[in-house]
């Protein structure tokens, strides 16, 4: 991937933590019990690391993807939703979820319709 999400490990099980950061995308690993405390500075290692990203890189990723729509046909209504406001898109069955930072839809489609129309490096599935 070319911008990997951040990803912070939670277990209870020690033994795997050096090798998890042999992967990039993990940025922390906390072991069970976790504290706020540990929790928050997790937190702010994930906002070091995405505030080191060029900014360049980053406002080209913005300009990218703003004026990018998706269309979905709800109740014979097509309703335009923003690709940079749709936070997941989740398959149930013969429907899908689609939860924007605004509101949540139900469509009458599958997650591999819905996937073709997605660009790729806005999205990614995750099993």
């Known amino acids: 991937l070319k911008d990997p999400p951040k990803v912070v490990m939670t ?3 020690t033994d795997f933590a050096i090798a998890a950061y042999e992967y990039e995308c993990i940025v922390d690993y906390l072991v069970k019990p976790i504290t706020l405390e540990r929790f928050e500075k997790s937190i702010e290692k994930i906002k070091n690391t995405s505030a080191k990203k060029p900014q360049a890189q980053a406002a080209t990723q913005q300009n ?6 998706l269309y979905i046909n709800i109740d014979r209504r097509l309703i335009k939703l923003k690709l940079n406001e749709i936070l997941v898109i989740e398959a149930k069955g013969d429907y899908i979820d689609v939860k924007t ?4 839809h139900r469509v009458h489609t ?14 990614l599935q995750i099993h």
């Open 11 to 13: 277990t209870s099980d």
């Open 64 to 69: 990218s993807s703003e004026g990018e729509d």
């Open 101 to 104: 930072e605004k509101e949540d």
């Open 110 to 123: 599958t997650l591999k319709k819905i996937k073709e129309k997605l660009p790729e490096k806005l999205f």
